[in-house]
């Protein structure tokens, strides 16, 4: 059944979620792997992996979300919460650009006073300057609006208007809600999730989509969650990659509940369950350009292993992390260690043109 499973998933069939599930849990690592391999040989033949020099700045760390798996937010009163000015998001995209950095990734947290002049505002402070921007994941954009009383589509507008040049998929976290009822209650469910998304799309913006997984999930919301993606892409084509990510679970209130054990969360939060979930990802996306590996959160060496299990990008050199270094898990990376990791693995190394 599982040869079956991957035969047909490997010549670009889809799957039942609990076709998806089985195939997840049971084929063999290798075997997963090499079908991955044959997919991400034949949308990329020429043996590149990309990745972007860029920063993550956090405009605000304040956020009335509080979902259980986070690090990074506080309370308004929190002596640690911030909102930068202008003056120092100005200073980090100097900065950035000095250092040949050629994109700014800006999200932040849904903070309360924070509506769509707010958001126009932060675009005109990095968009004066010549570089990229990526921003605002569908919760910010789903609380400009909010908070606005303006449509997703009239923020979408604006935004763009002004120059926002692509959509992070941040806050899929996994599009179930059931899921997101446990570790992220006050969120936008997924349909919301996917409506921003398909918003966007249809306005010509690109987006990435990322899942985080190695919670509370199961196999088969893994399953749901990229099926769910799949079939959004053949929808709107508008999804340049897929980002895959574990959950980090240091200082987070989640960890802290009873009867969690990070050990077994989800059963996927480990190097080998990773290296599944990301073939998994590359074999049911097949219309979905690009898998990037999670440096960030796996570490080069798995990271590196990842390249061999389906993706085809390793992410961006992020000058600057607040959100997983929140949770304690500290990597760094700079350009030059990322081309020799690429280039180590047989594979020539380039910055991606775009996203
Ligand atoms: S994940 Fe995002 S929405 Fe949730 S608490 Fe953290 S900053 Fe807020």
């Known amino acids: 059944m599982i040869a079956g499973l991957l035969a047909a998933a490997e010549a670009g069939g889809t799957l039942s979620v609990e076709e998806g599930a089985a195939l997840l849990r049971e084929a063999p ?15 990329h033949p020429e043996g590149v992996v990309t990745y972007v020099a860029d920063r993550n700045v956090n405009y605000t760390n304040v956020c009335g979300c509080a979902c259980a798996f986070c690090a990074f937010f506080r309370p308004p009163d929190d002596p640690e919460a911030y909102v930068l000015s202008e003056e120092e998001l100005d200073r980090k995209i100097v900065e950035t650009i000095a ?12 903070h309360p006073d924070f509506g769509l002049p707010e ?5 005109r402070a990095v968009k004066k300057h010549p570089i990229r921007l990526h921003g605002f994941s569908p919760p910010e954009i789903h609380h400009f609006a909010a908070t606005s009383g303006r449509t997703v589509a009239d923020v979408i507008a604006v935004l763009r208007e002004e120059g926002l040049d692509s959509i992070p998929g941040g806050g899929a976290e996994i599009l179930d809600d059931a899921v997101r009822a446990r570790i992220s209650p006050r969120k936008i469910g997924w349909e919301q999730w996917a409506a921003v998304m398909v918003e966007a799309h249809r306005q010509g ?23 769910r993606v799949r079939a959004l892409q053949e929808e709107t084509g508008g999804f340049t990659a897929f980002i895959p990510w574990t959950f980090q679970p ?8 009873a009867g969690f054990d990070d050990a077994a969360a989800g059963g996927f939060n480990h190097a080998v369950g990773y290296l599944r979930v990301l073939a998994f990802s590359r074999l049911l996306l097949p219309a979905v350009p690009t898998v990037q590996v999670s440096w960030v959160t796996m570490g080069a060496k798995v990271a590196q292993a990842g390249l061999f299990f389906g993706a085809d990008d390793f992410g961006s050199t992020m000058m600057e992390e607040n959100v997983v270094a929140s949770a304690g898990t500290v990597f760094r990376m700079t350009e030059p260690e990322i081309v020799s990791v690429i280039e180590a693995a047989g594979f020539r190394a380039a910055r991606r043109p775009e996203g």
């Not at 792997?33 to 040989?41: I, Q």
């Not at 250092?99 to 849904?110: C, D, N, P």
């Not at 899942?211 to 399953?223: K, Q």
Request: charged fraction near 15%; proline fraction near 0%; charge should be positive.
């Open 29 to 43: 690592l290798f075997a997963l792997g090499r079908a991955a391999d044959g997919v991400r040989r034949r949308l």
């Open 99 to 110: 250092a040949g950095g050629t994109r700014i990734l800006l999200q932040g947290g849904l």
């Open 119 to 123: 958001a126009v505002s932060l675009v």
């Open 205 to 227: 913006l690109r987006s990435s989509a990322t899942m985080m997984f190695g919670s509370v999930e199961t196999a088969e919301s893994i399953a749901a969650h990229v099926l």
């Open 250 to 257: 240091g200082n987070t209130a989640l960890s802290r509940e």
